[in-house]
């Protein structure tokens, strides 16, 4: 089983700034998107940014202008930067690795609690 390796998280007061990181396996990572999802209590699991291999980036509107994806294809490693944190941040952030090409692969982390206080 596929496992990526995830840290980051915590619990900081509205306004502050957190940042995760995802390590997948070398040959996961490779040609792959890499990203988070997050899904908070009673709500669906949602997009919150993704990078392609050639770093193309795609956010969505909640955290746009307030949080950064990059990845370091060196260390298959993609790290999402959160400022500005909102109470409605708050979510079990999971990371998500994807490949469209064959041999296709979807890989999911074991998710990281962020909580913001208000």
């Known amino acids: 089983q596929v496992q990526l390796v995830e840290s980051g998280g915590g619990s900081v007061q509205a306004g502050g700034s957190l940042r995760l990181s995802c390590t997948a396996p070398r040959h996961i990572a490779w040609s792959a998107a890499m990203g988070w999802y997050r899904q908070a209590p009673g709500k669906e699991r949602e997009l919150v940014a993704t990078?392609?291999?050639?770093?193309?980036?795609r956010y969505s509107g909640a955290v746009e202008g307030r949080f950064t994806i990059s990845r370091d294809n060196a260390k298959n490693t993609a790290y999402l930067q959160m400022e500005n944190l909102k109470p409605e941040d708050t979510a079990v952030y999971y990371c998500?690795?994807?490949?469209?090409?064959?041999?296709?692969?979807?890989?999911w982390g074991q998710g990281t609690q962020v909580t913001v206080s208000s």
């Open positions: 990078i392609t291999s050639g770093g193309t980036t």
């Open positions: 998500n690795v994807r490949r469209t090409v064959t041999p296709t692969h979807n890989v």
